[in-house]
């Protein structure tokens, strides 16, 4: 088994995309798929192949150094580099090895800062609402609060007569009263009680327990009063109108 093999069995395994490592090691996906593939012709020079084999071999749980050496068992770096060449690139592998290991810290590193500020950021904030929340709560006297004077009876002159209200009887009583002729029938509780035409001065009063239903032939001729309270006007005049009374509505009935 090759050591691309090697490496993309153990990407797998881990269930590592190309894209996760390269995003970590920083090495482009183009340079991973060449690694697995052993293809060599894609890859940069062999300063920086050594480095991203180890980068590679660390992320996907492999011993760098062993990934390296099988490398060279399996590929031997091409014959024309001289020996200072050949120093020159381990050390350049390494330089760049260690700058991976170092851009993983970093990027570590960051995210830590990045959410220490975000934590101090967020106790300082809480901090000053407080205390603005506090500086603008009203001040509570610890003084046992003065009692607002009693209302003071005024002396008045006259007679006052008070506006007749409906009372609150359980049952509807409604006094109608023609001023002229008019056409007027009255039920009271399902039951009719009045069905007659009406003259000037005719009065007739009809109590109903539940509902009182009117029909009235002309309104303007005609006067109501409800449980004792005047009632409003029905309609306009020469307009037949029908209107239902019943204990929940009669307040509706009345002179404003």
Partial sequence: MTIGEQLRNARRARGITIEQIASVTKISPGVLRALEADDLAKL???VFTRGFLKAYAREVGLDPHE???SFLAQITPP?????????????????????????TDLGQMIAVAMIVIAVVAYLGLHKRTAASAQASAPAVSSEPATPAPADTPVATTGVVTPTPVASEASD?????????????????DAELRVQRLMNAG?????????????????????????????????????????????????????AR
């Fill in 44 to 46: 940069p020079g062999w």
């Fill in 67 to 69: 990934t390296v050496v």
């Fill in 172 to 188: 509807l009583k409604v006094d109608l009263t023609a001023t002229g002729p008019c056409w007027v029938a009255a039920t009271a």
């Fill in 202 to 254: 005719d009065h007739e009063t009809v109590t109903a327990r539940e509902t009182l239903t009117l029909r009235v032939g002309d309104p303007a001729t005609l006067t109501f009063s409800l449980n004792g309270a005047a009632g409003r006007s029905l309609g306009q005049a020469g307009q037949p109108v029908t209107v239902k009374i019943t204990r929940q509505n009669y307040r509706d009935y009345l």
């Fill in 79 to 103: 014959e024309e580099e001289n020996e200072a060449d050949a120093r020159r690139s381990r050390d350049d592998a390494d330089t760049a090895s260690l700058t991976t290991e170092h851009s």
